[in-house]
């Protein structure tokens, strides 16, 4: 239904910023989020916001740091990631929904990016 492609990631230092984007193909508006996982770990929800109202949901490590937002004209989604720490090192994916809004569970999600790699150095 839809391919999403992120891009943006990249070395950063801590206390850096970095900003990751995600274009959705075609017309649809979906719900849409981030999720991270770095080796070993599951993935981990991040920030999601939803298809009309953009009403928007963060994960509490990341709450005050990172901000998500959209852009209807252009169907992407972006990432603004502040006072960036070591423990955020992790590929970033972006997921989209027709129907799930603001889960933490990726098992709720329709279609997935393939991932763009973060990486945070001390």
């Known amino acids: 239904q839809v391919q999403l492609v992120e891009s943006g990631g990249g070395l950063v230092q801590a206390g850096g910023s970095l900003k990751l984007s995600c274009a959705a193909s075609?017309?649809?508006?979906?719900?849409m989020g981030w999720f991270r996982q770095a080796p070993g770990k599951e993935r981990e929800f991040v920030a999601t916001i939803s298809r009309y109202d953009g009403s928007t949901n963060y994960a509490d490590s990341v709450k005050g740091r990172f901000t998500i937002s959209r852009d209807n004209a252009k169907n992407t989604v972006a990432l603004q990631m502040n006072s960036l720490k070591p423990e955020d090192t992790a590929v970033y994916y972006c997921?989209?929904?027709?129907?799930?809004?603001?889960?933490?569970?990726?098992?709720?999600?329709?279609?997935w990016g393939q991932g763009t790699q973060v990486t945070v150095s001390s």
């Open positions: 075609g017309r649809t508006r979906y719900n």
């Open positions: 997921t989209a929904s027709l129907i799930t809004t603001g889960s933490v569970v990726p098992e709720s999600y329709d279609y």
